[in-house]
T-cell receptor
């Protein structure tokens, strides 16, 4: 158990809808990262937050947004969902903002129908 | 754009045999990470390589890093079935403000009797 908690585990929704994925980092970790894993694209970095502030941005679509709250949990909001958004979304956390391995949660499997 | 390439992408090997997985990356970095993912599961950190010439070993797995060649290897010695999983290498794409890992597409390893 990595100590990173993601909810829900599974999410099935329709195209055009909006969903929110939630992540609680390991105790003491200040950084949260979001990744999307799909068969064709592999593991894609979406965004990083450190102590409530956005620090790094990857291939995150404009329809997606995230935030990190004062208690350090993070939410990833996906809107106007398309079939291609179906994927496994991982949250990871680390102590700081560099030179440490990321600890991954168990992921949220999103299916858009 | 940083590219991380692994080969092979699929590997079937017999128990007891040795093999090496290669990870090439396209830009200068002194930090490379190896992760393992079991089917339907999260990613588990295996090794963190932080300098040129770094070598780390855990059980039947040994990882090394050559930053000049931009190459890391994951060597498997006397494979056993329990090593069947997907192995990812990842390179730090840190900047002054942020930090994230850019993953290769993974090597799916199947160890057969």
């Amino acid at each position: 158990d990595s100590g990173v908690t993601q909810t829900p585990k599974h999410l099935i929704t329709a195209t055009g809808q909006r969903v929110t994925l939630r992540c609680s980092p390991r105790s003491g970790d200040l950084s949260v990262y979001w990744y999307q894993q799909s068969l064709d694209q592999g593991l894609q970095f979406l965004i990083q937050y450190y102590n409530g502030e956005e620090r790094a941005k990857g291939n995150i679509l404009e329809r997606f947004s995230a935030q990190q709250f004062p208690d350090l949990h993070s939410e990833l909001n996906l809107s106007s969902l398309e079939l291609g958004d179906s994927a496994l979304y991982f949250c990871a956390s680390s102590r700081g903002t560099g030179i440490s391995p990321l600890h991954f949660g168990n992921g949220t499997r999103l299916t858009v129908t | 754009e940083l590219k991380v390439e692994q080969n092979p992408l699929f590997l079937s090997m017999q128990e007891g045999k040795n093999y090496t997985i290669y990870c090439n990356y396209s830009t200068t970095s002194d930090r490379l990470y190896w992760y393992r993912q079991d089917p339907g599961k999260s990613l588990e950190s295996l090794f963190v390589l932080l300098s040129n010439g770094a070598v780390k070993q855990e059980g039947r797995l040994m990882a090394s890093l050559d930053t000049k060649a931009r190459l890391s290897t994951l060597h498997i010695t006397a494979a056993v079935h329990d090593l069947s999983a997907t192995y990812f290498c990842a390179v730090d794409i840190g900047s002054n403000s942020g930090y994230a890992l850019n993953f290769g597409k993974g090597t799916s390893l199947l160890v057969t009797p």
